[in-house]
């Protein structure tokens, strides 16, 4: 009963996060800064939040050190990224970059991709810099840029956890058949960010 409930409570939030909207993490309306507002920015995009989502599950798919190592290192390397942008440095393709991300997490996922913990932290390494970077960029027009930063740094902690949670508990159901399946709509959903 349980597993039922949790698979059509997952088909439901699946089909919430394809439905076409707004990838709007890095386009800040209104005035801008503060915790609040920070904490609020990964999720407002589905392109920020599907693939922070991605790299708590994939970490948990891969199990041992990378449940955390993954998790751990995004947010540092997009504090990186984020630096970057404050500083102006120029970084082509950000937005296929982020696309890019959902397609490669996903798709590592649906099919079990297991590469050594220090390549996988590579791989996640080079998209959170752009994640971070289209983060950044708006960070001087914040009001409080530190307090900002730490709220868009907390959101992703708290998004990497819920994909660690749901990459725990679907290893327990079916062998984890269900983490590789949402990893492939996950890796679908990036194409249509790629695309559009």
């Known amino acids: 009963m349980f597993a039922r409930r949790l698979i059509s409570f997952t088909g439901l939030a699946l089909v919430v996060l394809v439905l076409p909207t ?22 407002s995009g589905l392109d920020h939040m599907l693939a922070m989502f ?6 948990a798919q891969m199990g041992g ?9 995004f947010p540092l390397i997009m504090v990186l990224g984020g630096i970057m942008g404050i500083a102006g440095f120029p970084l082509p393709a950000v937005e296929s970059g982020i696309a890019l991300s959902i397609v490669v997490l996903g798709a590592a ?3 079990l991709w297991r590469p ?16 971070g970077y289209a983060h950044g960029v708006e960070l001087p027009a914040a009001t409080d840029p530190a307090d900002y930063a730490l709220g868009f740094v907390v959101a992703t902690g708290l998004i990497h956890l819920a994909g660690i949670a749901v990459g725990l508990g679907f ?24 695309v559009a």
């Open 109 to 111: 996922i649906a099919f």
């Open 171 to 194: 290893q327990r159901i079916q062998g984890g058949q269900m983490a590789r399946a949402l990893g492939g709509l996950i890796g679908l959903g990036g194409i249509y960010f790629l």
């Open 22 to 43: 707004a990838a709007n993490a890095h386009v800040l309306t209104g005035e801008g800064g503060g915790f609040l507002h920070g904490f609020e920015h990964p999720l």
């Open 54 to 59: 991605c790299v708590g599950l994939w970490g």
């Open 65 to 73: 050190r990378s449940v955390w190592s993954l998790p751990i290192a």
């Open 116 to 131: 050594p913990e220090w390549l996988a932290v590579v791989v996640i390494g080079i998209f959170a810099v752009f994640h």
